[in-house]
């Protein structure tokens, strides 16, 4: 798999993107890498993002954030991780960590029995209101692994 050419800049250095050009953003806690991996989203997707990122804010406002993995990770504080999204060539994957104990639960089935998707493609809308209920509810479940692990 060939790497896409440098993309935009974080902490002035370019950013290369990957496979399906994913930002490659060095993991790090806080939003500064969240924001650095948003702005590095190519095109539309960058889009999505910053919608994605704004709606979470607004529903859980004490939001804790990472890069992870080339991921944004959101989570709550000592409760753990319970979204991320990923970038790929024809769409945006959100991750829900336990999405099958929402409701109704986001519509894309995994290999493992808790996880659920969300993916986003260029020319699709975005129940905003929906979004934002499952990031209340996920929140409120035990997540995946600990914010600062």
């Not at 859980?60 to 709550?76: E, H, I």
């Not at 991780?81 to 639960?105: D, Q």
């Amino acid at each position: 798999m060939a790497r896409a050419p440098a993309g935009p800049k974080a902490g002035g250095k370019p950013v290369r993107l990957l496979s399906g050009g994913n930002p490659q953003i060095a993991k790090g806690g806080g939003d500064g890498p969240v924001q650095a991996y948003i702005e590095a989203m190519p095109d539309w997707r960058r889009d999505v993002g910053r919608r994605l990122d704004a709606i979470i804010v607004r529903a859980l406002p004490q939001v804790t954030k990472a890069v992870k993995w080339n991921s944004p990770f959101y989570g709550v504080e000592g409760n753990g991780w319970f979204l991320s999204f990923h970038t790929f060539t024809s769409y945006v994957k959100v991750t829900f960590f336990r999405g099958a104990a929402l409701t109704p639960p986001p519509p894309g089935a995994s290999k493992h029995p808790d996880v659920r998707y969300l993916d986003i493609r260029r020319d699709d809308a975005l129940d905003e209101a929906q979004f934002a209920d499952w990031v209340r509810q996920a929140a409120a479940l035990p997540g995946y692994l600990a914010p600062g692990k």
